[in-house]
């Protein structure tokens, strides 16, 4: 199981290079490449640092290949050089056969000489010890397939979180067969910064099993005896959805555009155990009728409903304060199943709101032209918001309010370029 590791920045004391290290676990091989545009980071820092991306030769193969294992190659053709001084790679190897694991560690040794001597890729391999995991063995001791598949998941899971959990402050976790879209470490850094004084116990940047799933470094050895808890009947994907319940987070945090994808199926056995995913595929926003109002500065007749409009239209405001909405206000109350918010202009992505976030409101309120109570969705992240909206479990409640609110002056222009909204259910479409 590959997974994509970020350093704290700036980091106090950075240690030995040792703490770059970090272990995969036994999967199929797989590849995340990453690229960065230079404005989409500070540049006084490095927008991840170090990033680890992990990939393992698939079960029983002896001598992996360019062809078959391309290893960092993708990664290189998908980075600047920059970024590729800060990328560790990380192979797990977990094969019983002493002759074959010799074998592949030549193999990787040849072909990525020069990635291994700049610490670029690093070989690691483990396993539990002690007892077996509680439940982890049927009476008569003999599992079934699926339950031998989700035992050894949840060990290899279970071992990669346990060495990870000092490495760094967040810990990403892909999936098999999984690819990246481009820009995705930046994409990820800057959600996590705004998310940084935010409660939340994972973040989740894909709407697959395992892609794309964000925690804090610090909860890695919770959810790793999580894991081990369970009887190995239990799917790994369960319980990861399962964990956040445990420390107060009711529904998930879901962007709404992924930025992970699955590249093929799982195949023989496998398939049988594990389902494939299907990703989320939505049509266009279907905006359902509603008022928008604000306190902001109303300029000449560049009205407020332009920013919920479906066209080409978008509301201007200048200097807002922090405190300063713009709040639409639903006609019927709603199950609305994703929210984006645009703001600041399309192309050079001047005039975006610079702190903000983006609340849902329950109990509308007829006179006062709002709602009773606010959550939070999610903060704005380079001017935008694209998040999946989720109810807890058998609510009942539909949203009446989707409130849009500024958390820092700013001395310049506000672009509120579009709100977009979704009602209706999405397509599945499985992929590859």
């Not at 930025?259 to 990703?279: L, M």
């Not at 709603?334 to 600041?344: A, D, F, P």
């Not at 992505?349 to 329950?362: I, N, T």
Request: contains cysteine; aromatic residues 8%; proline residues 9%.
């Amino acid at each position: 199981m590959p997974f994509l590791d970020f350093d704290k920045m700036p980091r106090a004391d950075p240690g030995p290079r040792s703490g770059r290290r970090c272990l995969c676990r036994r999967k199929r091989r797989k590849y995340c490449g990453n690229s960065t545009n230079s404005k989409s980071a500070p540049k006084s820092r490095a927008v991840c640092r170090p990033s680890r991306i992990c990939r393992r030769p698939p079960r029983g193969s002896s001598a992996p290949s360019t062809s078959s294992w391309p290893g960092p190659l993708p990664t290189k053709r998908a980075s600047s050089g920059p970024e590729l001084d800060r990328v560790v790679m990380l192979v797990s190897l977990s094969d019983s056969d002493p002759e074959r694991l010799s074998q592949t560690v030549a193999n990787i040794s040849a072909l990525f000489r020069t990635h291994i001597e700049a610490r670029q890729l690093l070989v690691v391999r483990g396993q539990l010890s002690g007892p077996p995991p509680p439940g982890t063995l049927r009476p008569e001791g003999r599992p079934s397939p699926c339950e031998a598949l989700f035992s050894a998941q949840k060990a290899d899971h279970a071992l990669l979180m346990n060495f990870a959990a000092n490495l760094s402050e967040y810990f990403l976790m892909l999936d098999d067969r999984v690819r990246c879209m481009p820009k995705f470490i930046s994409s990820i850094y800057w959600t996590l910064s705004a998310w940084k004084e935010l409660p939340w116990v994972t973040l989740e940047f894909s709407s697959l099993s395992f892609a794309g799933k964000v925690f804090r470094s610090s909860d890695l050895p919770r959810l790793a005896s999580f894991l081990l808890v369970f009887p190995k009947d239990t799917p790994t994907h369960l319980l990861l959805s399962e964990f956040p319940l445990l420390l107060a987070q009711n529904t998930p945090i879901r962007f709404g555009s992924s930025i992970f994808y699955h590249v093929s199926n799982r195949s023989g056995p496998e398939s049988a155990c594990f389902p494939a995913d299907k990703e989320k595929v939505f049509g266009e926003p279907d905006n359902p009728t509603a008022s928008v109002r604000t306190d902001m500065v109303v300029l000449s007749t560049n009205i407020p409903q332009y920013a919920y409009t479906l066209n080409q239209e978008s509301f201007a405001t200048l200097s807002p304060v922090r405190g300063n909405h713009l709040t639409v206000i639903l006609e019927e109350p709603q199950k609305v199943i994703r929210i984006e918010v645009l703001t600041g202009s399309d192309k050079e992505s001047k005039y975006q709101l610079q702190r903000g976030r983006v609340e849902l409101g329950f109990g509308p309120l007829e006179d006062l032209g709002g709602c009773a109570r606010y959550t939070l969705l999610g903060p704005v992240v380079e001017g935008r918001l694209d998040q999946m909206v989720s109810y807890e479990e058998d609510s009942l409640e539909a949203l009446g309010c989707i409130r849009l609110l500024v958390l820092e002056a700013q001395e310049s222009w506000l672009l509120i370029r579009q709100i977009k909204v979704w009602t209706t259910e999405y397509d599945e479409e499985e992929e590859g």
